[in-house]
């Protein structure tokens, strides 16, 4: 069965500081991964998205992910991160069952300390 | 451009008096909808997708219903409410793999 693990519920870091959100997935065919970011009180926004190719996607605001097949991963970085990127960060893997089924992991609830 | 639209943006509502809330997409013709709950401070978890009108699949039993009255609308809905209900409520539309969120409704059973 297909799944997503986030490890870390909760990452806190200092404004300026690097960043790495960490995803490991389950899926036994090539996987379709994305990272979602949730705003409070907000719904979801896509930040990237892999299907094939090169292992490092760029995606909004400066975050980037690289594909691991032999690690089944799919971590997010950010080079300097800024207090407005405080907010809970989705890892999901999007499976085919009829319908495209996105199966999320538990979130990364990440603080921007100023 | 596409545009989804969730109704209400919040309630506020009795255990045992029923519910409906509302999806409509604008600029996608024919789209493949979803509906998605998120447990307070949860991840969110896929109920009901649908990819034409009159046609819709459960995912997931909550005592929730859902239906597909039109090719832009999504609706959900159940007779009575639970305690367990409360949470976010998305809806979501496809491009391929790919899924795009509205804003959400946020659910407070009392």
């Known amino acids: 069965a297909q799944s997503v693990t986030q490890p870390d519920a909760r990452v806190t870091v200092s404004e300026g500081a690097s960043l790495q959100l960490r995803c490991k997935y389950s899926?036994?065919?090539?996987?379709?991964l994305f990272w979602y970011v949730q705003y409070p009180r907000q719904g979801l926004q896509m930040l990237l998205k892999?299907?094939?190719?090169?292992?490092v996607v760029q995606g909004v605001n400066g975050f980037e992910a690289e594909f691991s097949k032999s690690d089944s991963s799919f971590h997010l970085r950010k080079a300097s991160v800024h207090w407005s990127d405080s907010a809970v960060y989705f890892c999901?893997?999007?499976?085919?069952?009829?319908?495209?089924?996105?199966?999320f992991g538990s979130g990364t609830q990440l603080t921007v300390m100023p | 451009a596409q545009t989804i639209h969730q109704w209400p943006v919040a309630e506020i509502k009795a255990v045992g008096s029923p519910l409906s809330l509302g999806c409509t997409i604008k600029g996608k013709s024919s789209p493949n909808l979803y509906w998605y709950w998120q447990a307070t401070g949860g991840t969110l978890q896929q109920l009901f997708y649908s990819i034409t009108v009159g046609q819709v699949e459960s995912v997931v039993q909550l005592n929730l219903s859902a239906s597909r009255p039109k090719d832009d609308q999504f609706i959900l809905s159940t007779e009575k409410l639970l305690l367990s209900h409360s949470g976010f409520y998305l809806c979501?539309?496809?491009?391929?793999?790919?899924?795009?969120f509205g804003p959400g409704t946020r659910l407070t059973v009392l």
């Open positions: 979501a539309w496809d491009w391929g793999y790919e899924q795009y």
């Open positions: 999901a893997v999007s499976a085919s069952s009829g319908s495209w089924q996105l199966i």
């Open positions: 899926y036994s065919a090539t996987p379709y």
């Open positions: 892999y299907y094939s190719g090169d292992p």
